[in-house]
């Protein structure tokens, strides 16, 4: 088993947020992403996935996975519960996110 864990500030992507989307997010988030109204729920959302792909990485220890963070997809499932999407990991990872008003965390787990 592995485990990966990334918190991140919100405050530190605040005025990148245009550039940030596009470098983090896949097609599917951007779509989701685009569809908030609210500022603050666009800023927990791209940190959180920022948050989710890095613990991703540390999974993999780095070098063993060569992928963009746009590779990959945090979705939601109906109940709210986040899952990854993603054609370039055949191994099955599970995920839990959380926000406060200044910090996204996520945990990530393979067996
Ligand atoms: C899920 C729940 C624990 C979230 O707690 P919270 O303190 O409000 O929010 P947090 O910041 O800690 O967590 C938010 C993240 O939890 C995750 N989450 C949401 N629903 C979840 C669920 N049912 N199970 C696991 N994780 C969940 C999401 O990843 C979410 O972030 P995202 O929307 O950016 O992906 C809380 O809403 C709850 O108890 N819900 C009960 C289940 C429910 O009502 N589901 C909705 C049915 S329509």
Redesign the pocket.
């Known amino acids: 088993m592995e485990i990966g864990i990334d918190l991140v500030e919100h405050k530190d992507l605040i005025g990148k947020e245009e550039k940030l989307k596009l470098r983090l997010l896949s097609l599917e988030e951007l779509e989701r992403y685009n569809s908030f109204k609210s500022d603050k729920r666009k800023l927990?959302?791209l940190a959180?996935?920022f948050a989710a792909k890095e613990a991703i990485f540390k999974v993999y220890k780095k070098g063993d996975l060569t992928i963009n963070f746009s590779d990959i997809s945090?979705l939601?499932?109906?109940?709210?519960?986040?899952y990854v999407s993603s054609t370039k990991i055949n191994d099955n990872l599970k995920?839990?996110?959380?926000?406060?008003d200044n910090y996204?965390i996520a945990v990530v787990l393979k067996n």
């Not at 939601?76 to 986040?82: K, L, R, V």
């Not at 995920?95 to 406060?100: A, D, Q, R």
């Open positions: 927990e959302y959180s996935r945090i939601n499932s109906e109940d709210g519960s986040p995920v839990s996110i959380s926000h406060t996204s």
